[in-house]
């Protein structure tokens, strides 16, 4: 079985690995109570020294996997579990529950294996145990058991890759088996895989996927700024083969912010990797209003674009005005032009600057969008209800006037 898989050949041996029923593991305690029960695939990937060259052995957990005596039920004062599976000779896999209130979680997965295991790593150069260890991202509510088909619980450590998939476990069992609710992971619930935040379409196409709305993001300087909003830029430019196409960059939920209160200029300056993106609001002591004035953006651009960094800055705004003291407020979406090839959508919007009572929200002023998105359903009502009016009347005048009509016969 001395065997050189290239790395080519390693996706191959991960799908047959795949193919491979699953393995099940149950740990009891002294009373004979089970604690753990566990149904996986595990594909190993391990690298090793043999005099003349470095192998790569790929291998699924072999059907002698049993569970070790070292499993336990947790010991008094003490709520880990821990299953701890043996192989072939002297290699072994344990996983090291532990418990909250609310939830369990495999706190570290260890991989023990034995280079003088011929049966496994033929050949090698160097002998005896190594061990490898790593957080995990399992974690399931109690009572629930966690369940993830997908492939994507990949622990890598060192030389060693440990690509668990198709898992079903539960630890903490209160009736000796599965609960029968479950925790899915989030890998299997798909749209979680991290979609990138941009999307660019051409001009004239239409967009192939509707973009995702950005996350509304909290920005907040004491004394002097509130804000919860979407942001979305939208940026033209002028690709290497002369065609021009429009980019959404969403600012993440991670966005870091920093700013300055100014007794007449409030910033707000947004970072998120290459993009730097900073308003500034002004009060007219003369209206009593305040508004942002000034928008500064600068970021990067995809490689096809010609020019590889992006600034733009307008500071004769007039953009998410409200009274001071108060909040401007608005649902729906609005973009605010700052350029030709530049403009910022904002969703979902809620901002005051300045004056700030009690670390709260003032009053809200709706948007303009947001009151006429409030008057279409009144006139429809209106409308409605007079045209109903109109009706009854007629049906009434219609009646005494037929009424009269028979009357006379
Ligand atoms: C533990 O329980 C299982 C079934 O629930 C049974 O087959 C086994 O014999 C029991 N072992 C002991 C030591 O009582
Ligand atoms: C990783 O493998 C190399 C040989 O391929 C070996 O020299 C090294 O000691 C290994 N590291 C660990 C932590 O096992
Ligand atoms: C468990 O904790 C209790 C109270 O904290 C203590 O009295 C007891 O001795 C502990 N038992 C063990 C085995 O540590
Ligand atoms: C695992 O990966 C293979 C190959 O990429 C794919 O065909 C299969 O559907 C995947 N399984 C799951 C559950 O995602
Ligand atoms: C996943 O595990 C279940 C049992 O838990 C088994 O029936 C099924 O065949 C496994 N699927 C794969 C692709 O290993
Ligand atoms: C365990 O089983 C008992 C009796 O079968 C049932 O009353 C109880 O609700 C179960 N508990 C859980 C957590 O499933
Ligand atoms: C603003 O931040 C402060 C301190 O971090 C916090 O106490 C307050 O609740 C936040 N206000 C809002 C509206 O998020
Ligand atoms: C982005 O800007 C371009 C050019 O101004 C415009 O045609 C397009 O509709 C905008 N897209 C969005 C989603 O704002
Ligand atoms: C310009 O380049 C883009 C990719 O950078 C390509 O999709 C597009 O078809 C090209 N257009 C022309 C007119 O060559
Ligand atoms: C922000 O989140 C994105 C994914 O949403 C991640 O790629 C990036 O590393 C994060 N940045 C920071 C500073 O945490
Ligand atoms: C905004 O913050 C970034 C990063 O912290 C900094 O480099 C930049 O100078 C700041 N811009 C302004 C106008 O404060
Ligand atoms: C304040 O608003 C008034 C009325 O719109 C305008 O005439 C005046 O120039 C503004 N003052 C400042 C400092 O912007």
Not at 3 to 28: I, K, N, P
Not at 223 to 230: D, E, I, N, T, Y
Request: hydrophobic share 35%; net charge neutral; with cysteine.
């Amino acid at each position: 079985m001395a065997s050189r898989y290239s790395w080519g050949l390693l996706l191959a041996a991960a799908l047959l690995g795949f193919l491979q029923a699953s393995s099940a593991f149950e740990v009891r305690d002294g009373k004979n109570k089970t604690c753990i029960l566990a149904n996986f695939s595990v594909l190993f990937t391990v690298e090793y020294n043999t005099k003349t060259s470095k192998e790569v052995k790929v291998f699924s957990l072999p059907s002698n996997a049993v569970v070790l005596p070292e499993s336990t039920c947790g010991k008094p004062n003490d709520t880990s579990e821990v299953l701890a599976i043996g192989f072939s000779n002297n290699n072994s896999l344990k996983m090291a529950f532990v418990r909250n209130a609310g939830a369990y979680v495999v706190r570290s997965l260890t991989f023990t294996y034995n280079l003088s295991d011929a049966s496994l790593f033929p050949n090698s150069s160097e002998t005896g145990a190594r061990n490898v260890s790593k957080d995990t991202d399992i974690r399931a509510d109690l009572r629930t058991t966690y369940t993830c088909h997908s492939n994507n619980t990949i622990i890598s450590m060192q030389n060693v890759t440990v690509l668990l998939s198709n898992v079903t476990l539960e630890a903490y069992l209160v009736n000796n088996t599965f609960s029968g609710k479950e925790t899915v992971c989030s890998e299997d619930k798909g749209s979680t895989t991290v979609v990138p935040s941009t999307t660019s379409v051409a001009p004239t196409a239409a967009p192939t996927a509707a973009p995702k709305t950005p996350d509304v993001g909290r920005y907040n300087l004491t004394g002097c700024l509130l804000a919860s909003m979407g942001l979305q830029l939208n940026i033209t430019y002028t690709t290497k083969n002369q065609t021009k196409k429009w980019e959404l960059l969403n600012l993440p939920a991670n966005t870091t912010f920093s700013g300055n209160c100014g007794d007449s200029t409030v910033t707000l300056n947004l970072t998120s990797g290459s993009t730097d993106l900073v308003f500034y609001f002004e009060q007219n002591s003369t209206t009593d209003k305040y508004f942002l004035h000034r928008i500064s953006v600068s970021t990067s651009l995809p490689p096809e674009s010609i020019k590889r960094t992006f600034k733009a800055d307008n500071d004769s705004l007039s953009a998410l005005k409200a009274t001071v003291g108060k909040s401007y407020k608005c649902f729906s979406e609005e973009s605010i032009w700052i350029s030709n090839e530049t403009s910022l959508n904002i969703f979902n919007a809620q901002v005051q600057a300045f004056k700030i009572t009690g670390n709260t929200f003032g009053t809200p002023e709706e948007c303009p969008m947001d009151e006429n998105n409030m008057l279409i359903p009144i006139i429809v009502g209106a409308a409605l209800a007079g045209l109903v009016l109109i009706v009854l009347i007629a049906y009434l005048i219609g009646r005494k006037r037929s009424h009269a009509g028979y009357q006379t016969i």
